[in-house]
């Protein structure tokens, strides 16, 4: 890796122009640029792409098809930590295909130190195509409030809110 990072998420996609097959990705964290990183095993190189448009640490990532008017894989984004211990609910995708940052509607719940994961629709919905679900690990305060250090970090249930799978295209089902 070009720079250390910390707390910054990563995710698996097709390699990006000058790279060959699948590249693992390090979504900016901590202390770190901002600007995105791709490692190709297969020509053992690693490629610095474009600064996200939000920087932050703790984002949840993952990779999915990219949202409705762009092609291919996109590598997912979600919430994070700006500006100290400001919790947001920030959504971005990277286009492997265009080389560029896409912003997206945000999540409904502010949400940082995340969990995501890709899956297909529910069968039988008579939707097609993949979900983005985001799990939290611990209630979040509003967007981009402060959130105080008693917060518990204990395990918690939380339904998931899911993009792209309900109410319409390029949306977040609570």
Do not use: F
């Amino acid at each position: 890796m070009p720079v250390a990072r910390s707390a910054l998420g990563g995710a698996t996609a097709n390699c990006p122009e000058g790279l060959q097959g699948k590249c693992v990705y390090a979504v900016p964290g901590t202390g770190t640029p901002a600007d995105l990183a791709a490692y190709s095993p297969a020509v053992n190189t690693w490629a610095t792409l474009p600064v996200v448009k939000t920087p932050r640490t703790g984002p949840a990532v993952t990779t999915a098809p990219c949202p409705p008017g762009h092609r291919g894989e996109c590598v997912y984004a979600v919430g994070g930590t700006v500006a100290g211990p400001a919790v947001c609910a920030v959504v971005e995708a990277y286009s492997v295909e265009t080389n560029a940052w896409i912003s997206l509607p945000s999540v409904q719940t502010a949400r940082t130190g995340a969990a995501a994961a890709t899956a297909p629709r529910t069968e039988g919905t008579g939707l097609r195509g993949s979900c983005v679900y985001v799990w939290r690990r611990q209630p979040a305060g509003r967007p981009c409030v402060r959130q105080g250090p008693s917060r518990s970090a204990t395990a918690r249930v939380h339904r998931s809110p899911r993009y792209g799978c309900g109410s319409g295209p390029g949306s977040w089902d609570p």
